[in-house]
């Protein structure tokens, strides 16, 4: 009785192990930016990134004008949008 009880309460523990593995891989799933997206992406990564070093650090993001940060929210926004279809 006890042995079955063990296997039972172990067989529940590795099923929620696995449930909980496919969950957060789901989680995980983007939707890739369009070759425009990068375009522009890159276009204002070079022009606000000071040390060249292909990301942005905090005082590079506080440099980056308001206009330019409304693009990058559209593009953020359009990404989204594309994942909602």
């Given amino acids: 009785m006890i042995r079955a009880l063990i296997l ?5 523990g590795v099923m929620a192990l696995t449930a909980g593995a496919a969950d957060t891989n789901q989680a995980k799933k983007r939707t890739p930016p369009t070759k ?3 375009a522009s992406m890159k276009e ?3 022009k606000y ?8 650090s905090k005082a590079e993001r506080a440099a980056i004008s308001a206009e330019d940060k ?13 994942k909602g279809k």
């Fill in 44 to 46: 204002l990564r070079d």
């Fill in 8 to 12: 039972t309460v172990g067989l529940c």
């Fill in 70 to 82: 409304a693009k990058m929210k559209e593009f953020r926004a359009a990404r989204k949008k594309a």
């Fill in 49 to 56: 990134d000071q040390d060249k070093n292909g990301k942005l």
């Fill in 36 to 38: 425009e997206q990068k």
